[in-house]
């Protein structure tokens, strides 16, 4: 079917979506992001490549209309391949190539991809499409699906709901619904039943409480988090924070996940009750931060605190089963080193460091039987492999075996259904760790006793062009400039537990750099000796960094 004529697809370009920019854009770690007012081409572009790339494969795809933690005037759009998982990387190129290319070479560029991957282009495939709750996202979902309809696909229009649902949904319909019903119904059903299963009809254990005050960043986190409110009832009293009316300007704003994360600071709108367990998710909830105030202080529980608590729960779970399965953890450079230490040593499960994105960490935790993810930032989620979960089940359903056994291999198949293992799912994840202190019978200072966090303190530089730095071994060691790396060397040398990296964002036009140390005075030292080297040897622009 190559060369064929495609010119709808030009005429819808050209009459209703064409394109109004002329800069490039990327499609870089999260997809498209972009000031909503600029992005219907790329939108209806995207709706194309959905079509073709679901040919291709032979599935559903999806299509995400988001800029999750993004300012309300920005959206966004990512592509979700069949199981659930990011656009796969070698095809990140074309989606940049199909939003640059001009009105009139769309038609061309389609006949390429349809020649160089021989997509059939007979099959009426189904591209889900799900949107935030951000005022422009209704109309970029109509751009999106105009596209799909120009290559006579079938837009299956799921409305609002988070990311991470529509990851489920995609997943769902391309595994013949063994994953779940791809219904929202399905999902709360799916969770909330695996939820109730685990926690039994104690409410409370030990320290733990069932009391969570929960930040919805006046986003699409809070309008789903009623129906788990609804479902859960008193098992989990979910006290809900920052649920402002569609279009008031307040997503994320001084609130959700991010902005507690960054600033290290209780977000705007939700109560100070010393001790209390409180979240944040981001604005399309998948990202999750817990925290809480006590005596004035401010206690952070990050990506890298829930990794190590989920790890060490299901390495108990899992020994208890006597079923031999290997788990292993990934993180990023960013992981402060005492999390890191505190796997390795204490915990002893091995732990593996990948470049920074959430698709880098989900590949690689796929090594292992049961792969733990998170990024600090609090993007992560688990992941089981096939003889893992055959395994237990069965063990589950062998009546020769010893109760206890039996019992804890339920308890990781109920665990299983109660995870999102296609992306990182921040309600899924705090219905988890809400499980873990139920089980454990922990308030949140008992979790935060694990380990101490290192000081750690992050900059930005800007410089002439940030392509200039490269680095190598999963971000921690700098390549170019070559003069660099053994700079930082130096200056880390001097400090006592000092670490430091640089690398250039793949989100903002600056390069970030990371240090931590034993002290508070120390990490910041470091960061901003780092920061001037970065400043003087790769280009910097403005005036040298200052703490
Ligand atoms: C994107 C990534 C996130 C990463 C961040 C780093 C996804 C879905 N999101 O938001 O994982 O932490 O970029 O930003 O992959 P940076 O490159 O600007 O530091
Ligand atoms: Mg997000």
Known sequence: MANSSYRTVYAFAREMHPKTVKEDILYGTAGF???????????????????????????????????????????????????????????????????????????????????????????????????????SSPSLSKSVMDGVLALSGKPVDYGIVTTPQLHYFVACKNTKRVYGEPTEEGYYAKLTGAFKKLRGETYTNGKYRNRLLYDGANGVGAKKIKYFQELLGNRLKIEMFNDAIIGSGKLNHLCGADHVKSQQKFPTGVPVESGVRCCSVDGDADRLIYYYMEENNFHLMDGDRMATLIASYLKEVLEKTGIELDLGLVQTAYANGASTDYIAKKLRVPVACVSTGVKHLHHKALDYDIGVYFEANGHGTVVFSKNAKDKLKETANDSSVAGERRTAAETLLNLIDLINETVGDAISDMLLIETILHAKGWDIQEWERAYTDLPNRLMKVTVEDRTVITTTDAERRCVTPESLQPEIDALVAKYKRGRSFVRASGTEDIVRVYAEASTREEADQLAVEVAKKVHELAGGTGNPPEI
Do not use: C
Not at 51 to 76: C, F, Q, W
Not at 122 to 134: F, Q, S, W
């Open 33 to 135: 992001r972009a000031k909503a007012s600029t992005l219907g081409y790329v939108m209806y572009r995207m709706g194309l490549l959905a079509v073709l790339r679901a040919r291709y494969k032979r599935a559903a795809i999806g299509v995400m209309i988001t800029a999750s933690h993004n300012p309300e005037p920005d959206n966004g759009v990512k592509l979700v391949d069949p199981m659930g998982e990011m656009l796969e990387q070698s095809w990140e190129k074309w989606a940049t190539k199909f939003a640059n290319v001009g009105d009139d070479q769309l038609e061309e560029t389609i006949n390429e991809i349809i020649k160089e991957y021989d997509i059939p282009m007979t099959d009426r495939v189904e591209i889900v499409v799900g949107k935030d709750t951000r005022p």
